[in-house]
């Protein structure tokens, strides 16, 4: 993250928040593939007075024993240990009583697709490793305070698919939305409601042409963020 190096102190004042105090900042570890991206947060939080850098990590395995017994307000997690071994390391690290810690898994690109599977298993916030610093500082304090997360550029049109009602869509293209949203495939909804699969991928078409969003990822992406289970820059 070059960006946070080269920042200048006037562009950090922008982002801290003058009220907040050492006594009460949020903890931050971070578990990356790459020690000189976890010392670049580091040196961010140096600057900002209610975030604190906690410690670096190298392992998922490690990650855990952090999370468990240190108990970050957040994890940085690298998406570079790879999608099937986060989500297996959520999973894990929900089991039972689950976590406190919000989980914010970032990576030099995060898809749609990849971005909802993350939230789906229980991570709070989404992030790109070329993220400006405002929009990091942001993500971490947000996921801290325990809300959801996402930088907005993982969507594809975000911009578009807020130019339509919802009240646009007839009321069989408002169920497929909703269950679209939900993570259900055209088979699992075409059973649900009573109706053909391809009778769904009708409703689809036109869903996408209303929405101006495009790809069911999308469409989930943004039914979070309009139920408010998702906070984005504007």
Known sequence: MANMNTTGNGNLA?????????DTAKSIAICDTQPV?????RNLLRGIP?????????????AAEVVR??????LILDKGFGIQ????????IHEGEGTQTGIVVWGVSVSEAEALRFLQAGTKGILRKSAGVQAVVACLRSVASG??????????????SDRYPRSELTAREQQVLELVEQGFKNKDIAT???????????????????????????????GLRDRGLI???V
């Open 14 to 22: 922008a982002v801290i928040d003058p009220a907040a105090t050492g």
């Open 37 to 41: 991206t976890a010392e670049g947060i």
């Open 50 to 62: 209610d975030l604190k850098f906690l410690t670096t990590i190298d392992t998922l395995e490690h």
């Open 69 to 74: 017994k240190q108990h970050p307000n957040v």
């Open 85 to 92: 071994a986060i989500l297996d390391w959520l999973a894990e």
């Open 147 to 160: 809300r959801s997360w996402m930088e907005d550029c993982v969507f594809r049109d975000s911009a578009r």
């Open 192 to 222: 649900d409601l009573g109706i053909r699969p391809g009778t769904v991928k009708i409703h689809l078409k036109h869903i996408f042409e209303k929405t101006g969003v495009r790809g069911r990822y999308g469409l989930a992406l943004n």
């Open 231 to 233: 906070s984005a820059p």
